[in-house]
Nanobody, 120 residues
Framework: VQVVESGGGLVQEGGSLRLSCTAS????????MGWFRQAPGKEREGVSC????????CYTDSVKGRFTISRDNAKRTLYLQMNSLKSEDTAMYYC??????????????WGQGTQVTVSS
């Protein structure tokens, strides 16, 4: 199984980025997916999740109304649209497959991460 994130970068506060994640070697359309992040010196936290059908999503409180998770099962791709970015969103963002909601320990497969840096 290979999980690969892309789309990170440097952006000013108030700006937007869209992260993408592709997963191969598993039945993408049959697994729940999640986005997690980890800032320097902090624990990893769950950001957003989506069920295998895309019918249900979840968000941590700090990103509600700013981030949108979506998936395209035909393209085996997960997305995270991030708007109104804040400096506190700066972190390494990880895509994970096969778990439940924002319980990181339930996710079996992880990508290497993509860095998001928001400058103030």
């Amino acid at each position: 199984v290979q999980v690969v994130e892309s789309g990170g970068g440097l952006v000013q506060e108030g700006g937007s980025l869209r992260l993408s994640c592709t997963a191969s070697g598993l039945s993408f359309a049959d697994v729940n997916m999640g986005w997690f992040r980890q800032a320097p010196g902090k624990e990893r936290e769950g950001v957003s999740c989506i069920t295998w059908t895309g019918g249900n999503t979840c968000y941590t409180d700090s990103v509600k109304g700013r981030f949108t998770i979506s998936r395209d099962n035909a393209k085996r791709t997960l997305y995270l649209q991030m708007n109104s970015l804040k400096s506190e969103d700066t972190a390494m963002y990880y895509c994970a497959a096969g778990g439940s909601e924002l319980a990181s320990k339930t996710y079996a497969y992880w990508g290497q991460g993509t860095q998001v840096t928001v400058s103030s």
